[in-house]
């Protein structure tokens, strides 16, 4: 549901995403420019004695750092635009369709429920809208890259991609898969948390008129009591996204150094090789995790997604007749024959 709300309502964004996208692209490429240029300042500089080498490359290096600093505040200044402008658009068509329910379609739903879908839900939709802008973009663009990088650096080495990619992947995934079903429950449990708040509020005068703040107290408590324990076990998880992450770069890191050390000791690699691969590794995972933390918002997102989908495709049992009847009526009667009225799953009729 995430993919067809966002394909409908950032469809009138596609100028200010694709200036997005271009800014985060040359920003990546001068990302991934930067480590070959070190490698060169320590191979052909360092190790020659070339002071002026390593001048005109440290220029160059400066020219491309700025380059890329002007690039990401481009690029997140537009997606933050578009991922506000999304949450706006949102927002209006959950109010302006809430607006059209009849009675029946308000019980059915709830005004707690529809409190926390036009606010909450519309939140998690706006900000994975805003991370995917600014992170979600580079991550696949400097993870490819980083990888064509590193095996034009060493061939040798590169074997390291194919044992740490695929392990973090798999890694993330498994947690990823348990993280899902605790975003609906935790979405459900915030329903009750408002749905409890909004009758206190209403009901203030009557439950101090009856003496039963002590009761309301502990109704509210229960609710906020299993909405912690939910949060807790979602926030378990996320706790060991990047410590898993961090765990497998750092291992890497340190593979990458050990068999680069006696590539280096038998004359088969250059120091600067040596550094330039580590900092390309580093960009491939650092890429990686970026896209991690997409990925711990994105179920969050796919839930509160599927709950606002379900209140802009809800149809009203009463609908407004296309040409309205207009008739001046000088006298008469109205007879209603056969005519009942139940309530959403009554045995009978009231």
Excluded at 183 to 212: C, H, P, S, W, Y
Aim: charged residues 15%.
């Amino acid at each position: 549901m995430l993919i067809p709300l966002l394909r409908a309502y950032l469809a009138p964004y596609k100028r200010p995403i694709a200036v997005v996208l271009f800014f985060t692209l040359v920003q990546t490429i001068a990302n991934l420019y930067l480590p070959g240029l070190n490698a060169d300042i320590i191979d052909k500089g360092v190790v020659a004695g070339d002071t002026g080498y390593i001048v005109r490359t440290g220029g160059i290096m400066l020219v491309v750092s700025v380059l890329q600093v002007v690039c990401t505040i481009v690029a997140v200044y537009f997606g933050a635009r578009t991922a506000m402008a999304l949450g706006r658009d949102l927002r209006a068509g959950v109010f302006g369709k809430v607006e059209t329910f009849a009675a029946r379609e308000m019980t059915q739903f709830g005004a707690p429920t529809l409190i926390t879908r036009s606010t909450n839900d519309v939140q998690q939709v706006q900000l994975i809208v805003f991370m995917a802008l600014t992170l979600l973009v580079a991550a696949p663009i400097m993870c490819v890259g980083g990888i064509v990088m590193a095996v034009r650096q060493d061939l040798k080495l590169s074997w390291l991609l194919l044992l740490v990619i695929p392990t973090l992947i798999v890694c993330i995934g498994s947690i990823i898969r348990q993280m899902r079903p605790l975003f609906r429950v935790l979405q459900t449990k915030i329903d009750a948390i408002n749905g409890v708040m909004r009758e206190q509020i209403m009901g203030v005068r009557v439950i101090r008129a009856f003496a039963k703040e002590d009761h309301e107290a502990a109704r509210f408590g229960v609710a906020n009591d299993e909405t912690m324990q939910v949060g807790i076990a979602v926030g378990r998880l996320q706790a060991m996204m990047f410590p898993t992450v961090m765990l497998i770069m750092n291992v890497s890191v340190v593979l990458a150094t050990w068999f680069g050390g006696y590539r280096i000791a038998n004359g088969g690699m250059q120091v600067g090789t040596l550094t330039a691969f580590q900092q390309y590794l580093i960009q491939i995972l650092m890429s990686v995790m970026m896209a991690t933390f997409m990925l711990m918002l994105w179920p969050r997102a796919e839930v509160a997604a599927e709950r606002i989908t379900e209140v802009l495709q809800a149809e009203s049992s009463v609908a407004a007749p296309a040409e309205a009847v207009r008739h001046t009526l000088t006298g008469g009667r109205v007879d209603i024959r056969g005519a009942s009225f139940a309530y959403p799953g009554a045995e009978q009729n009231v």
